[in-house]
């Protein structure tokens, strides 16, 4: 039985990269002047205090980095309570504006948590933003604090982490058994995070990624904040806006996070749209000849059901020797349930594992963890995802309350929501405990911010965008009716036009256009 899954709100850039997925309007004056991409930034110069003046009137070089593309590195405080305690760098990596006419810098956030900004921009450009933002913007991906190449978490090895990701537990899952060896295995995790990481593991708070992006901002030499952000990204841009309502720009927040949802009701949620989303792509391969499912949607479910439950038991031994557990394989059916355009994927690697093949299904659990063929990982994207998530909300590891939970998550999504349970024991004893308030950000006094959410998005569900955009004083809703997780430039002309003239010029709808 292998360990829980554990459901990231966003791996866009590596679903871009490894599957090759591919109204009335009320006008606002522009605040900006159209301008050249400076090599050299020139800080806005705004007053911040002694303790922070360093920090926000450093100049960034950039430098070019291949395929038009140029890289700098900001300094940032570790601890922003106490700027002279030390501090991190931040990775950056810049398209500059194509266009002419450039409008500022446009700060993007693929989500996660722990998902980096700088392989998304570097990597993905025409997957992060189309061609219209690209000739008004400068495009600036970013690592957040702990992540990738800015000051990075740092916790296993590659053969630790492949135990922690897919090893398999001796006792029966829910048992006390197999609750204190998850129990171990969190609190090793954690004992190698702080021991690797340092300071740091504190201090990955989205809070103190919102004030290292009002950092970037000033330094990059924009008055006000332009940014595009994915998932995850969305909590940090909603997060940013509380904090500094009038530094908001213009705010594109895309498969919105409910900032006031606790970790239960994230897991809850999500395990309904993943298995929302796995309906949906059940009935469209029923439709077709080359499905391994016969029947009906609710038979070919409890198909999938049985087969989780086989591997659970039996776990099915892969080429390199790993056997893959339930847990792995809904890694592997989760993965392509992010873009519907992956869907045939998804067919070939049931057809391989009902054959008894567990290969397949590694390689797409892989690709969501950020393995490399070889063994190695190609980034900290779990571990930064953990000391996140670890901060970020109030955990509790009572048998009796993760017992209640599990099987209110079991109703709610009755064939993978049994894999998604007990998720509290991963972060209930983490060095760093959460002492924030989950709760609703409205970023009062804030311009008008865009919230765009799809119809039967199973990572970051639709309802999530609805309740931030009624939360924000100042939020717009855009709904994409259809499949997959978030919608800008990969789902039609109607989303795309809306934030495309939001971001470029200031434009919101007058009411949602319902895409």
Request: with cysteine.
């Amino acid at each position: 039985m292998s360990r829980r899954i554990r459901v990231r709100t966003s791996p866009v850039a590596a679903v871009a990269a490894a599957l090759a997925l591919t109204l009335a309007l009320s006008g606002c004056v522009p605040w900006f002047l159209p301008q050249e991409s400076p090599s050299t930034s020139t800080p806005t110069g705004e007053q911040v205090g002694d303790a922070l003046d360093p920090f926000y009137s450093q100049v960034l070089r950039w430098k070019d980095c291949g395929d038009g593309l140029q890289c700098t590195t900001a300094t940032a405080p570790l601890d922003w309570t106490e700027p002279g305690a030390g501090d991190i760098d931040l990775a950056l990596v810049r398209h500059p504006a194509i266009g002419g006419k450039r409008v500022g810098s446009l700060l993007v956030n693929p989500g996660g948590p722990g998902g980096s900004g700088y392989d998304f921009v570097k990597d993905s450009l025409d997957y992060a933003t189309d061609k219209k933002l690209q000739a008004g913007f400068d495009i600036v991906g970013f690592d957040p604090r702990g992540v990738g190449r800015s000051t990075a978490v740092a916790c296993y090895e590659p053969a630790q982490m492949d135990e922690y990701l897919y090893g398999l537990t001796a006792a029966p899952r829910g048992t006390d058994a197999w609750i204190q060896e998850l129990e171990t295995a969190a609190a090793d995790f954690g004992s190698a995070c702080a021991e690797n990481t340092g300071a740091l593991l504190g201090h990955v708070d989205t809070e103190s990624a919102a004030r290292d992006l009002d950092l970037l901002r000033a330094v990059l030499g924009d008055k006000k904040l332009n940014y595009l952000g994915y998932s995850y990204g969305t909590f940090l841009g909603a997060t940013y806006a509380e904090l500094f309502p009038d530094k908001v720009g213009r705010l594109a927040l895309d498969g919105a996070l409910d900032p006031s949802t606790s970790n239960f009701d994230v897991t809850r949620v999500q395990a309904q749209g993943f298995e929302s989303a796995l309906r949906a792509y059940l009935a469209d391969c029923l439709s077709s000849s080359k499905c391994p499912f016969t029947g009906t949607v609710d038979q070919a479910m409890n198909t999938i059901g049985a087969l989780l439950a086989s591997v659970d038991a039996s776990p099915i031994a892969a080429k390199d020797g790993r056997k893959l557990g339930s847990n792995a394989l809904l890694t592997a059916i989760i993965y392509p349930l992010y873009q519907a355009t992956a869907w045939t994927y998804l067919s070939d690697m049931f057809e391989s594992v009902m054959a008894g093949e567990a290969d397949y299904a590694f390689q797409f659990a892989d690709q969501y963890n950020g393995r490399n063929k070889d063994g190695t990982y190609a980034d900290n994207s779990t571990e930064a995802f953990m000391a996140i998530n670890c901060v970020d909300y109030a955990y509790n590891d009572d048998p009796a309350t993760m017992r209640a939970q599990a099987a209110e998550i079991e109703a709610a999504a009755p064939t993978i929501g049994r894999y998604m349970t007990f998720g509290d024991i991963g972060c209930a004893n983490w060095p760093h405990a959460f002492t924030g308030e989950r709760r609703e950000i409205r970023a009062e006094g804030a311009a008008p911010i865009l919230v765009v959410g799809t119809t039967n998005d199973p990572a970051t569900p639709y309802v999530w965008a609805k309740n931030l955009a009624a939360q924000l004083d100042s939020g717009h809703l855009v709904t994409y009716e259809g499949e997959g997780h978030t919608a800008y430039n990969k789902s039609n002309d109607c989303v795309n036009n809306v934030v495309d003239d939001y971001l470029l010029s200031g434009k919101v709808p007058a009411s949602d256009p319902r895409c």
